[in-house]
């Protein structure tokens, strides 16, 4: 069972050890953008491009090219979610070659590919010319595109910040795992964030790695079941840590995303995040949990909005996976529409106008999902 903890963070500096409350951001309640047309079938033109991967068969990755309303099946891929990341330029993608066994780089469009390691169990980009790997004993290293390879000391390290030094690590406290911050070149430097609780754990760099979104459970009584959860966000240069959310006094209980951690989307230019919000009817995160809507959160101001035109039961152990559009004005996401007769589609998102457009039908849940697995830029 998971103990009632303290809405407080310790923040550890190398010989000064704070107790301090995050900062809350000032709120007016959630703004509804709710516009009065509903989901809509795109036209021969559509307010953004670039391209998407998904998967519209159990065999292949898949382009779809915004612009042109066109898909085709990338040869020698295999449908991916979490194993394809894409590069800070959204130019190229890391993926897994299910031929060769070996992750390898290319283009969005499928040309120029190229290998980056034969032995590993993830890769992912830490900046734009190096890839942090995870190799299948959980030690990882910095591997340069001279070849070069830096170790770090990887131990209880979850996530590593992209460009830096901090790192998400798990500890065992008792009965129960927590998290923090700590600076992997310095283990001294931490900044605590409390219990680390299933369902209640989504988390995200920022694109640039300067910061660090992160859920937290909320506890207003004296048990061992949130009442909700809140996002916040910790910046390990001045270890500040600020609440972005106040949905507690808006929903009650509800939480931010799903089972999977690491899935709550940072707009391209780092001014916003996606996530969904899943309402719950009790306490239970998984037997009470019932709609979830998409949410998005100003980093700056904590405005935040609720975008009303569509919400998925589908959302235990996760809701679909959100992707940003290059230019941070839309977001695409595949899903099926309660009580049509449509197969799952690929829809998308204008965060402006709060309008759902239908891209494409047909998305193959491969995966156990009709998820997306990225939105880049084509070759140029």
């Known amino acids: 069972m998971y103990r009632r903890l303290p809405v407080l963070l310790m923040i550890i500096g190398c010989s000064l050890v704070l107790l301090v409350a995050p900062t809350v951001k000032a709120q007016i309640g959630i703004r509804n953008l709710c516009p009065v047309t509903g989901i809509e079938v795109r036209g021969p033109t559509y307010e953004t491009g670039g391209i ?47 031929l060769t066994n ?11 590919r190229s290998l980056v390691s034969e032995y590993a169990s993830t890769v992912d980009w830490w900046s734009a010319d190096t890839w942090l790997v995870w190799t299948p004993g959980r030690n990882a290293y910095l591997l340069r595109s001279d070849g070069a390879r830096d170790p770090i000391d990887a131990a209880g390290v979850v996530s590593v910040q992209p460009g830096g030094t ?23 430097q ?43 966000v910790a910046t390990p240069a001045d270890g500040s840590v600020v609440q972005l959310t106040r949905l507690l006094e808006s929903y009650g209980t509800a939480r931010i995303n799903g089972l999977a951690a690491g899935e709550l989307r940072w707009s391209p230019d780092g001014r916003e995040i996606a996530f969904w919000l899943v309402d719950l009817g ?76 239908i891209l494409s039908e047909g998305i193959y849940p491969a995966l156990g999902a009709p998820d997306v697995a990225a939105w880049g830029l084509p070759p140029g």
């Open 166 to 188: 901090w790192g998400l690590v798990l500890e065992a406290r008792g009965d129960r795992f927590e998290r923090a911050l700590v600076n992997l070149s310095d283990r001294t």
């Open 52 to 98: 998407i991967l998904t998967s519209f068969d159990r065999y292949n990755l898949w382009v779809y090219d915004v612009e042109r309303d066109r898909r085709y099946p990338l040869p020698e891929t295999f449908p991916c979610t979490y194993n394809c990341r894409l590069s800070p330029d959204m130019r190229w993608l890391l993926y897994f070659n299910d």
């Open 282 to 357: 009790g306490f239970d995160p998984v037997e009470t949990a019932l709609g979830a809507t998409i949410h998005i959160v100003d980093v700056e101001s904590g405005a935040t909005q609720k975008y009303c035109h569509f919400t998925t039961e589908t959302n235990t152990p996760n809701p679909p996976r959100l992707v940003w559009s290059p230019d941070s004005t839309h977001i695409a996401f595949g899903a099926d529409i309660p009580g049509d007769e449509k197969p799952n589609l690929l829809l998308a998102l204008s965060i402006e106008t709060g309008i759902f457009t």
């Open 190 to 232: 931490r900044i605590d964030l409390g219990v680390d609780l299933a369902y209640f754990d989504d988390y995200g760099w920022s694109p640039d790695g300067t910061r660090f979104a992160y859920v937290a459970p909320i506890f207003t009584n004296d048990d061992d079941l949130p009442d909700g959860s809140e996002l916040l």
């Open 102 to 112: 070996a992750y390898n780089r290319m283009r969005l469009d499928g040309t120029q």
